[in-house]
């Protein structure tokens, strides 16, 4: 490790001082970073294929880029040299974007990790539709996981009420929804079809056999009808 460490730094300090690089990434901000070829290469299928294609692209000095904002390219290019990279809530979907647009596999894994650990109520539904966009199957799993065992807190979910059709009868059909009664799933429909009733109330029809009535109490019809 001490060795790779220390190559990585080195190889760094090459592409900062501008020591034979070979190509310039120009970003869409106008900004341009100098680098090596064969680093980019190693790193990226994307650019291991643009530089042995053939192609004019691939050969020449200056490469625009502009699958993603200058500030989330550079973090990659940092990434390629160094190893080295640091995850927020606002960088992580433009990497992991900027990762799949590379072909970058190790690195969207790891940004997929990342998403993994900071399912939550304000976010699940929403990393459930992303993970689907990028085929993060682990973070499907977990976001979906996560909205059926705290389905009883449905109204503090961001987003609940904006699920689609098909989301909801996902959710609600489920065998392993985690509703304390029968009672939280009539109320989360109900409470979902008020949020949009010109558009909701015809597809109730779709949605009510999946509500186990008999078990509902008559506290919740006179509630919520």
């Not at 869409?28 to 990226?44: E, N, T, Y």
């Not at 990497?95 to 690195?107: D, M, P, T």
């Not at 979906?144 to 009420?161: A, G, N, P």
Request: charged share 25%; glycine share 2%.
């Amino acid at each position: 490790d001490s060795h790779l460490k220390a190559f990585m730094a080195s190889l760094h300090k090459l592409q900062e001082n501008e020591v034979m690089t070979d190509v310039t990434l120009i970003l869409p901000d106008q900004s341009a970073i100098p680098c090596h070829k064969v680093v980019l290469m190693a790193a990226s299928p994307f650019f291991e294929t643009m530089f042995q294609s053939g192609l004019k692209e691939g050969a020449e000095q200056n490469i625009k880029l502009d699958f993603a904002d200058s500030h989330t390219i550079k973090i990659l290019v940092e990434f390629f040299y160094t190893g080295d990279i640091e995850l927020t809530e606002e960088n992580i979907k433009a990497l992991v974007a900027g990762s799949e647009f590379l072909c970058c596999k190790h690195l969207k894994a790891h940004c997929e990790e990342y998403l993994v650990d900071t399912v939550g109520l304000s976010n699940c539904i929403d990393y459930y539709r992303y993970g689907q966009v990028f085929n993060l199957k682990l973070l499907i799993k977990t976001a979906f996981d996560f909205i059926l065992f705290k389905f009883r807190e449905y109204k503090e979910m961001f987003s609940f009420d904006k699920l689609t059709e098909d989301e909801l009868v996902e959710v609600v059909s489920c065998d392993r929804l985690n509703a304390e009664n029968e009672d939280v799933v009539f109320e989360a429909v109900v409470h979902w079809v008020n949020a949009d009733p010109d558009a909701r109330e015809e597809v109730f029809p779709r949605i009510a056999p999946l509500i186990r009535f008999p078990f509902c109490s008559q506290t919740a019809f006179t509630d919520n009808i």
